[in-house]
């Protein structure tokens, strides 16, 4: 089994590079013109959004077979595809609940995996921690050094007692752990990744991301790629090297907002004047938990800064505008430019989820903003940290920052006007523009 991430930024040629690998498999078979392609491989490729399967369904010629719920449940579709050894387009949601039995089918079948961006390999599950203290008591279940959830009732019949059964079945496949304060995670099976024959991920940035973190954590190895366009036209994977990106071009071409005072003596501060304590640190300002625990002065200030952005300091239609922050916070912020539809139609507004990724929907948009600084969970970078793994937390902010900067115009080489009032993602951005990444020393500042 091999692992390959090809680690490239947004529009090198990834999705392109795997669509090609795929292609070149396939060789024309039958039907009158020989239109009808065969392969000897068979694919799993993985995808977050609905929209991105149809697009691989329609540039590729191996006959992909997209899964449906119209003769019962779509994942019941799924185990029969993959019993019938075809190649399978899904979305990440499906593929996190393939399950023991399943994934011994894809082994058996020699599956290829192609995932487009990294998977949600870690969630917190606060249902079971009630439970979990409970079996404790009962003598149902053990705590083993590394803090994995054991099953060692063996007189526990699922059968007939179905209330503790999914702890059962996840502990016994070594999927749940316990953190202090009975915080229950469940990560995905690494059987996930293991039983195929190989492994293509698609990502950018992937020291940062949460899934090497588990890579690590399962001792799976991996090898990282760049990817490029040879002379012949052709996509072809190189050893790792982020000094091929573009990234003097892209800094040409963002146009970031900084606080300034003209010649005229025209001032503005939007990226200093939303928090009203004394003595405020900059570090941390519009993190999660402040976002939460802003007063209303302060959130009526940013709602000030993102409607006088796109109106004043860069007047952009609604339409070309994109923005982001987090979603219990939007509401507040929402505004004439910045438009939030409480009831989730994306189709009358122009919030953007801030962990968007994978989509070319936005790419007419001229000017975004960014109203957050992005902190990994604390419970989450302590679930990997009391394992032994670092994590570095510049590298995440970085690459999700990254990712919604291509969601939008700079994806075709155009100009965008960006509001980003943290100072600390405005900072990891300059790292970025000077391949300064991966620096840990320049985090913990």
């Not at 009808?36 to 010629?61: A, C, G, H, M, W």
């Amino acid at each position: 089994m091999n692992i390959k991430v090809i680690d490239a930024i947004c529009g090198a040629g990834k999705s392109s590079y795997a669509i090609q690998m795929m292609n070149d498999s396939s060789k024309a078979g039958f039907g009158v013109n020989r239109e009808f392609y065969t392969s000897d491989k068979k694919f799993i490729y993985v995808t977050p959004f609905l929209s991105e399967i149809e697009r691989v369904i329609n540039n590729t010629k191996v006959e992909f077979s997209e899964p449906t719920n119209k003769k019962g449940s779509k994942y019941e579709h799924v185990k029969k595809l993959i019993e019938d050894g075809k190649s399978i387009a899904m979305t990440h949601e499906l593929f996190s609940r393939l399950d023991e039995e399943t994934l011994s089918d894809i082994e058996f079948e020699g599956y290829i995996l192609i995932m487009d961006e990294v998977a949600n390999v870690l969630e917190q599950v606060q249902a079971y921690s009630k439970d979990i203290e409970y079996l404790l008591k009962a003598g149902a279940i053990e705590i083993s050094l590394d803090r994995e959830i054991i099953w060692i009732d063996d007189e526990y019949d699922i059968s007939s007692n179905g209330n503790y059964r999914d702890i059962k079945v996840l502990s016994e496949r070594g999927n749940l752990f316990l953190e202090e304060g009975n915080i229950v995670f469940w990560t995905m099976p690494v059987k996930a990744f293991l039983c195929f024959n190989e492994v293509y991920l698609l990502t950018y940035l992937f020291d940062g991301q949460i899934q090497k973190y588990y890579y690590e954590l399962h001792n799976v190895k991996y090898e990282k790629f760049s990817v490029r366009k040879n002379l012949n036209g052709r996509y072809e994977l190189t050893e790792y090297n982020s000094l091929l990106e573009p990234r003097d071009e892209i800094e040409e071409l963002l146009n970031i907002y900084e606080d300034y005072q003209s010649p005229t003596g025209r001032k503005s501060s939007m990226n200093s004047n939303y928090d009203s304590r004394k003595n405020p640190n900059e570090y941390y300002q519009l993190s999660g938990t402040w976002l939460r625990n802003a007063s209303d002065e302060d959130l009526r200030q940013l709602n000030n800064n993102t409607r006088n952005f796109f109106r004043n300091q860069f007047p952009t239609d609604n339409s070309n505008i994109f923005w982001t922050t987090l979603k219990g916070v939007a509401p507040k912020l929402k505004n004439v430019k910045c438009k939030f539809n409480k009831k989730g139609d994306r189709s009358k507004d122009n919030y953007v989820p801030l962990n968007i990724r994978a989509t070319n929907e936005y790419a007419n948009c001229t000017a975004m903003a960014y109203i957050y600084n992005r902190f990994m969970n604390p419970i989450e970078k302590n679930f990997f940290r009391n394992r032994g793994i670092d994590v570095d937390e510049g590298q995440l902010a970085m690459s999700d920052l990254i990712q919604f900067l291509f969601r939008g115009c700079i994806r075709k080489g155009e100009p965008m006007n960006c509001y980003i009032p943290s100072s600390r993602m405005r900072s990891l951005l300059n790292q970025w523009f000077s391949y300064e990444e991966g620096n840990l020393e320049y985090e913990e500042e």
